[in-house]
């Protein structure tokens, strides 16, 4: 009789599970068995109540759920803290926005903005981020973006003046041919800043989960990346006095040799600048790719190119009347020759370098995309992953701008769709128990003079571009 007493059955075993998932404090009955106070219930439901957001609806679907009760233990007994942490849980991406939708939405930007000489840009721009992010969801929640278009239209009015009143200083002191003028030290001084308060003011304009992102102003490295554009920019201007080799030493050709092993550098570097600084509440993002893997991919990407042209050059020798040797490259110079070349092989030769370009981007575009999505660390315990092949991704990518082509523009809508879509189904956010609770909201004011740079550096969460 005293064992029967002190070992519960299955039926209040089934009792106790139902009551400890429910949450509520238990109190004892006489005979033994344990049950939530009723005083203790309403208590619960009016805490519940006063808040507009209930912490476990917050972390519902990011944490696996702790183990409660085995039946064949007979008893109630806790999880492990080392086996509620041992699995991350897998939280899927996902885009449920439509071609016809965003087309209607494009069609009325673009006849608004042209109507009213662009003024309408700066609600065009916010609307369609709006769609974006609003179709995107992350798990339950979707993401939000709720900039106001009349700031980035004034912001828009003051670089248009600046930019008007440069230009006049630059063709009044004659500064245009000087190689350093003033818009090269615009761009070492002003452009690093623009870049970093741009990506600060996107991100702090998008929320998830009541909680905004963060980028932090830090201005370092976007200095040291604006300077290995620098060091490119001065050597295209560079062209030699006249000589046997001078057509070979122009800026064109030594800005390619030196981008051939810098530009996967400074890649990198500005994937780099932007994960590390980005913050979720107080969730740090890490970047983890190697510099190793993006020359990598650089390598896939320049093999690929000479595989493309030797195919292009096969193309033009058939198409052409005239093989190349034909023409005087040493009056002419080999770039011209090679124009002329092309403009001998009649349209098609038009149409199949028009198809060599758009492989070679589509190609690139392709295989940093990758890179970058699978560098994403998140605090001590998740990551971005993602499953994107990069040749799947090309051959959507090129398909996509022939269609652009081929439609005079009318395809892009759906294009835009379709390769935003392809990207964020390939990704999945692995979400750790530890960072479940490092959710917060952040955000101080910040101008949206610097949001009108953010094009310039192709971040603002947009799946479809890197």
């Given at each position: 009789m005293r064992e029967s007493a002190q070992r519960p059955s299955k039926a209040e075993i089934a009792s106790a599970r139902k009551a400890s998932n429910s949450g509520a404090p238990f109190i004892k009955e006489s005979a033994g068995h344990e049950k939530p106070s009723p005083c203790q219930e309403t208590m619960n439901d009016s805490s519940h109540?006063?808040?507009?957001?209930?912490?476990?609806?917050?972390?519902?679907?990011?944490?696996?759920?702790?183990?409660?009760?085995?039946?064949?233990e007979g008893a109630l007994e806790e999880t492990p803290e080392s086996d509620s942490k041992a699995a991350p849980t897998a939280i899927p991406i996902r885009f449920d926005g439509s071609a016809d939708q965003y087309f209607e939405l494009y069609i009325a930007n673009t006849l608004l903005t042209i109507i009213t000489l662009g003024i309408y840009s700066a609600w065009a721009r916010v609307r369609d981020r709006r769609f974006f992010m609003g179709h995107t969801y992350i798990g339950h929640h979707n993401l939000e973006f709720d900039a106001q278009p009349i700031d980035i239209l004034i912001s828009?009015?003051?670089?248009?003046?600046?930019?008007?009143?440069?230009?006049?200083?630059?063709?009044?002191?004659?500064?245009?041919w000087s190689g350093i003028g003033i818009f090269l030290i615009l761009t070492l001084l002003l452009m690093p800043i623009a870049l970093v308060r741009a990506r600060t003011f996107i991100a702090r304009h998008t929320i998830h989960r009541t909680?905004?992102?963060?980028?932090?102003?830090?201005?370092?490295?976007?200095?040291?990346?604006?300077?290995?554009y620098a060091l490119l920019i001065i050597t295209y201007s560079y062209y030699p006095s006249e000589g046997l080799w001078s057509d070979y030493f122009t800026g064109f050709y030594i800005a390619a040799a030196i981008a051939l092993f810098l530009f996967p550098?400074?890649?990198?570097?500005?994937?780099?600048?932007?994960i590390g600084q980005l913050q979720f509440g107080g969730l740090r993002f890490f970047f983890t790719s190697s510099l190793k893997s993006y020359y990598a991919g650089w390598g896939t990407l320049l093999l690929a190119t000479i595989l493309f042209t030797i195919v292009l050059f096969g193309v033009i020798g058939m198409l052409s009347d005239y093989p190349l040797s034909q023409f005087n490259i040493e009056e002419i110079g080999f770039r011209y020759s090679l124009g002329f070349w092309f403009i001998e092989a009649g349209?098609?030769?038009?149409?199949?370098?028009?198809?060599?370009?758009?492989?070679i981007f589509a190609i690139y575009r392709s295989v940093f995309a990758c890179l970058y999505w699978r560098s994403f660390r998140i605090g001590a315990d998740s990551a971005i992953e993602?499953?994107?092949?990069?040749?799947?991704y090309a051959r959507l990518l090129a398909t996509n701008y022939v269609l652009i082509v081929l439609t005079v523009g009318l395809m892009y809508p759906w294009a835009r769709v379709r390769a935003y879509r392809y990207v964020a189904e390939r990704l999945q956010l692995r979400l750790g128990p530890e960072t479940a609770a490092e959710?917060?909201?952040?955000?101080?004011?910040?101008?949206?003079?610097?949001?009108?740079?953010a094009d310039i550096g192709g971040w603002d969460f947009d799946f479809g571009a890197t």
């Open positions: 109540s006063s808040h507009s957001i209930d912490r476990t609806e917050i972390t519902r679907g990011l944490v696996p759920e702790a183990a409660t009760l085995d039946p064949s828009r009015a003051i670089i248009v003046a600046i930019s008007v009143a440069l230009i006049s200083a630059e063709i009044f002191f004659d500064l245009y909680v905004r992102f963060r980028y932090s102003l830090e201005y370092r490295w976007a200095v040291v990346l604006f300077l290995g550098l400074l890649l990198h570097l500005d994937h780099r600048i932007q349209r098609w030769g038009l149409v199949a370098l028009a198809l060599y370009a758009i492989c993602s499953t994107l092949d990069w040749r799947l959710y917060s909201s952040a955000g101080d004011d910040l101008t949206a003079l610097a949001g009108e740079f």
